[in-house]
């Protein structure tokens, strides 16, 4: 009896295993929650209201205003736009809000090369009060999203016990896999057992979900971004090893844009995210972003960095005694990404390291690019002794690779080969123009090596 109880459990979680092939790099997009919330005031305020109207716009920002091109392409809803069920039980949209059916909403982002993504909550209701997805309901409410040719399902854990999450978030997995359509997963389950084993089995969270939230929802401020890194990095023992291609742990959307966070911060949540693989979820409004904010969302080398083919989780792999952190991310072709993070509030810091200490091999020569001023660094050597300067709240971000690992190929082919073809694609909104590069930039530096059979120069959005 027992023997035949462990081969049924041992069937049943490989039928569960999710395996849509989805999100084998990290996932870039947009999702309406940090920035827009449970506004559903569209009297008072058409503009931000929870509707059909706001993600239309933000479908036309993010085709139009170079992000799809770069790879923000999932248009995510979140709470608050359930209208409630149909006589069969089927969900509704709130038909004021969302007038033409989130269907309608699907084919519109298909149209300019987008992916849609839908929020539900295992549970009585969701967090913010509508009509969540109960146990009974899982396999209905998987049926309509398919049906609706949704891309994604976030599940959020509101209203739920330990019990009903740990049957419903695999029975969600299974229920997505039968509809035939590949819908990306993402499971706030962990979030809700406080992240860690023995309460969180992510052996198995790995095989049904392609992203998960792990702890706190992120808020608009700086206090927070680094309550969450913290929190990660305190227990990068357990989460590091169980990111990769198609399974990603997810420290909750990028506030850049917002309020919260300077300039130096919105660097640094930026570099952050990306040497720790989190899905780029910008929260945000695209119709008013301002260029400067823009340019650390599009930075071509980070975004490489980020969509790395090996979709390894980065670490933090030094701490010293004055407040500056170095994150590090293996990345293909024996690079890496370095990320100098100043936990300081006094003034720039001048920070004296070498590869060596920061256990790079001793007989390595490096050559690379700082990420967001587009410096080239050469030549460095192991036992090479540098000073970074940082900046209060900020960071310093390198790419670097061995120069054994550069062959024939020219830096420039390799830090920015493969991103720049998007660039002629490069629509620009109203009052702006698309311009050969002249600003003081990352991008300057492209100019400076002759791409002779590469592709055209790049071209920016710039305001005239
Ligand atoms: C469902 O799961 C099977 C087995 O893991 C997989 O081959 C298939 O691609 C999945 N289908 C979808 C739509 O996710
Ligand atoms: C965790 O889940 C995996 C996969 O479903 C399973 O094989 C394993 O036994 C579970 N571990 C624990 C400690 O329950
Ligand atoms: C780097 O500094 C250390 C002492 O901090 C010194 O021992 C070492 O020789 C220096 N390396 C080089 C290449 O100058």
């Known amino acids: ?134 146990l009974d309901k899982v396999e209905l409410d998987a049926e309509t999203f398919a049906e609706w040719k949704v891309d994604m399902l976030k599940l959020d854990g509101c209203y739920s016990t330990a019990k009903e999450r740990a049957e419903g978030y695999p ?19 962990p979030a809700y057992e406080g992240g860690l084993p023995p309460k969180v089995n992510y052996t198995l969270i790995t095989e049904i979900c392609n992203l998960w939230r792990n702890y706190d929802d992120i808020q608009d401020s700086w206090k927070s971004v680094t309550s969450i890194l913290d929190w990660f990095v305190k227990h990068q023992d357990i989460l590091q090893p169980v990111a990769g291609p198609g399974h990603w742990n997810d420290p909750d959307m990028l506030l850049i844009g917002n309020f919260g966070l300077s300039f130096e911060e919105s660097r640094a949540q930026m570099a952050l995210w990306t040497v720790l693989a989190a899905p780029l979820f910008m929260s945000t409004d695209l119709r008013t972003i301002s260029l400067q904010n823009i340019d650390i969302l599009q930075n071509p080398l980070m975004i490489k960095i980020h969509q790395d083919p090996l979709g390894i989780q980065g670490r933090r792999i030094f701490k010293s005694k004055s407040q500056i952190e170095v994150f590090k991310k293996p990345l293909s072709n024996e690079a890496s990404a370095l990320v100098f993070l100043n936990r300081r509030t006094d003034m720039p810091y001048r920070f004296h390291s070498s590869l060596l200490e920061l256990k790079f091999p001793r007989s390595g020569v490096y050559e690379g690019q700082n990420v967001f001023t587009g410096d080239i660094i050469s030549g460095l050597k192991g036992d090479d002794n540098f000073t970074v300067i940082i900046n209060p ?21 390799l830090l920015l080969g493969d991103v720049t073809p998007s660039y002629p694609k490069y629509v620009c909104r109203t009052g702006f123009h698309a311009l050969p590069e002249q600003g003081p930039s990352w991008k300057l530096t492209l100019e400076q090596f002759p791409v002779a059979s590469g592709p055209p120069p790049p071209q920016f959005c710039r305001y005239c």
């Open 171 to 189: 029975k969600m997995a299974a229920a997505l896999n039968a509809t035939g359509r590949p819908i990306a997963f993402s499971c706030s389950w």
């Open 1 to 134: 009896m027992l023997k035949k109880t462990v081969l049924l459990l041992a069937l049943v979680a490989q039928v569960l295993m999710l395996e849509n092939g989805l999100m084998r790099t990290p996932p870039m997009g947009w999702l309406a929650w940090e920035r827009f919330r449970c506004n559903i005031d569209c009297d008072q305020d058409p503009k931000n209201c929870i509707s059909e109207q706001l993600f239309m716009e933000m479908a036309d920002r993010l085709a139009q205003d170079g992000w799809r091109d770069l790879g923000y392409v999932y248009l995510n809803i979140d709470d608050c736009w359930i209208g409630g069920r149909d006589a069969k039980g089927r969900l509704m949209p709130d038909a004021k809000r969302f007038p033409h059916g989130i269907a309608f909403l699907a084919d519109y982002a298909h149209s300019l090369g987008l992916k849609l993504g839908i929020y539900e909550d295992l549970g009585r209701l969701t967090c913010m009060g509508y009509p969540g997805t109960t």
């Open 393 to 413: 709240s900020g960071v310093v971000m390198w790419y670097l690779i061995p120069i054994k690992s550069l062959g024939p190929m020219h830096l420039s082919q």
